[in-house]
């Protein structure tokens, strides 16, 4: 056995994956107690989607429904949408403002506060005499389930566990710092959109977590002839393995991709040129000489900047074979109307609709179509494991360490999922 | 005093045209239903009622239009499908000289390999409409949709 090089991470690097993983409900199942109600974060929002005190809005844990809301004092609160009465969502709009700073269930009109307290329930002592509840009910045993959140640079997460480490500790410092770095000053939200893809949600979280198919899925630089491969480019995951992040660097020199078709299946000469390059077009608008960067974290977001477009893609896994993707776009509050209009149309390149990425989309259905009826068989994601998983590698492209990273922190937090559901 | 039912006539067939351009997947044609610096956007409702200028498709010039049919012929990857449109009678909202207002609600049908059809995408047409040269031309034209989720990924234009 060699020698793990000094900056790999400890433990078993999974290479094959079985693909029950993608099919088995009862996966899934297992994923919400270990996974979302595990020691984990996960993304809720942005913060400045909601800048004013009463603003809420409605986001998700695993399966769980969750509400973001910034009280009277400014603070963030975080409670399950499940009335403590009938279990019924409380908040049923996706946004807005509560006036009054309550929050009322419409069935019965239990009436709770931003953080989530009951402050009032209907009768509570009956009318004349009939009914109510009992006299030691006590409105502070009743309210909603609290979550736990905590804000990084305005990226908010969400967590129900009481084990889950500081939000920073979870993330680790290279990730923090690349929050940080995008978030870097006040964003302005540009706007939304959905997108569902019929596939498990993990094969969304190994796409972004996967250079290896970036310039050979999606055609559209290298069939504009205006694909730069990423020389300078690094990628990097968290010492647990979760989190990941793909940093491609400004290049002093462009190189031509046709070096790299011989390589390649497709044909990947310039076949076109482009009518309108605008749409391309990059101002660099954070101070250092990165130009792009995908970030993931674990479970359920990653935070992009492709060229001007900025945006928080959040992921949930509606069931085992159905995930949603919300992208959230932003820019900068100090954007101008030029620079916003720009970012618009560079918006093209991502999205459901994205020039370069909309075939993520496919990916994942292919897979999940292709693994039906696979019983027993798996996946190879062996491609430069040299060496274990790393903490870092470069250049980009040439590997599948941030998906061995993915798959080993996942494991971990699964270990014995399938003792719990063992039958007498 | 504009003609208004001839006005209405002309962009119904305007609004034919186009959709039988998309579905009968002559798309090479598709940007010359436009002038040269027109806006063509697919944004969902959910923005646009917001006040939030995200689209999902968004071209400013009419080059713009042509390079997005030429990603999907060599470059895109995507379900092979076919689409049906079914647009609505237009609602003339504005004629001002040679430009038109108009809106109209679209249904579009997607049928993939497995040969099911879906409701794909349904929202509302919201038009300028230059009527100056030979044959009317949308200079804006956005379609503004309810279907926020989109169904695996959008490659062929509404």
């Known amino acids: ?424 | 005093m504009p003609d208004l039912d001839h006005i209405r006539r002309a962009v119904n067939v305007l609004n034919t045209e186009y959709a039988h351009c998309i579905d009968d997947d002559e798309l090479e044609r598709w940007p010359d239903f436009f002038t040269e610096d027109c806006e063509y956007q697919i944004i969902g409702r959910e923005n646009v009622e917001a006040g939030l200028p995200a689209a999902i498709m968004f071209c400013d010039s009419r080059g713009m239009l042509i390079d997005r049919v030429v990603a999907l012929r060599k470059a895109n990857v995507y379900p092979e499908h076919v689409s049906r449109h079914l647009v609505g009678h237009c609602r003339i909202t504005e004629v001002k000289g040679d430009l038109i207002r108009s809106e109209a609600n679209y249904v579009v049908f997607q049928t993939r390999l497995d040969g099911e059809t879906r409701i794909f995408n349904a929202g509302k047409y919201v038009d300028e409409i230059v009527s100056s040269g030979e044959t009317p031309k949308f200079r804006r034209r956005s379609c503004i949709y309810d279907t926020h989720r989109i169904q695996t990924l959008l490659v062929t234009p509404i």
Not at chain 1, 189 to 209: C, D, F, T, V
């Open chain 1, 1 to 424: 056995m060699k020698n793990l090089p000094a900056d790999s991470i400890t433990g078993a690097s999974p290479t094959a994956v079985d693909f029950r993983y993608y099919r088995d409900p009862e996966i899934f199942e297992a994923e919400q107690r270990h996974i979302y109600a595990g020691p984990t974060w996960s993304y809720l929002g942005l913060e400045a989607e909601l800048p004013n005190p009463g603003d809420f809005i409605a986001s998700i844990i695993g399966a769980v429904p969750v509400v973001l809301t910034r009280g009277p004092q400014g603070a963030l609160h975080g409670w399950v949408n499940r009335c403590a009465h009938k279990g019924a969502m409380v908040c049923r709009r996706q946004r807005g403002n509560a006036k009054d700073g309550s929050f009322v269930c419409v069935y019965h009109q239990w009436a709770y506060d931003a953080e989530g307290n009951l402050a009032g329930a209907p009768f509570q002592r009956g009318v004349r005499g009939q009914g109510g509840y009992a006299a030691d009910f006590d409105r502070a045993e009743h309210g909603l389930q609290k979550v736990r959140v905590a804000s990084l640079s305005g990226m908010v997460f969400g967590t129900l566990s009481d084990s889950a480490p500081p939000l920073e500790s979870f993330l680790g410092e290279v990730m923090c710092a690349n929050v940080r770095r995008v978030l870097n000053r006040p964003i302005r939200i540009l706007g939304y959109a959905r997108q569902m893809m019929a596939g498990n949600w993990k094969l969304y979280s190994e796409n972004s977590r996967d250079s290896y198919h970036g310039g050979l899925l999606h055609l559209f630089y290298p069939t504009f002839g205006i694909y730069r491969p990423s020389q300078d480019s690094q990628g990097e995951i968290d010492t647990n393995g979760f989190h990941s992040l793909f940093s491609v660097f400004k290049s002093s020199t462009a190189i031509d991709y046709k070096n790299f078709s011989s390589e390649a299946n497709r044909e990947m000469k310039g076949a076109a040129t482009l009518q309108d390059a605008r749409v391309i077009q990059y101002k660099p608008d954070i101070a250092d000489n990165v130009a792009l960067s995908i970030q993931s974290l674990f479970p359920s977001v990653v935070l992009q900047q492709i060229q001007n477009t900025l945006a928080a893609r959040q992921v949930i896994a509606r069931a085992v074979d159905q995930t949603e993707l919300i992208w959230t776009y932003f820019g900068y509050a100090d954007d101008d109307a030029e620079m916003t209009r720009h970012r618009i149309r560079n918006l093209n390149l991502v999205g459901p609709a994205g020039y370069i990425s909309m075939e993520d989309g496919e990916a994942v259905e292919l897979c999940q179509n292709g693994t039906a009826g696979s019983d027993g068989a798996r996946s190879y994601v062996a491609m430069g494991n040299e060496g274990g998983i790393l903490l870092h590698v470069a250049p980009l492209g040439m590997d599948e360490n941030n998906v061995r990273g993915f798959w080993k922190g996942y494991f971990e937090l699964m270990r014995g999922w399938d003792q719990v559901n063992a039958r007498p």
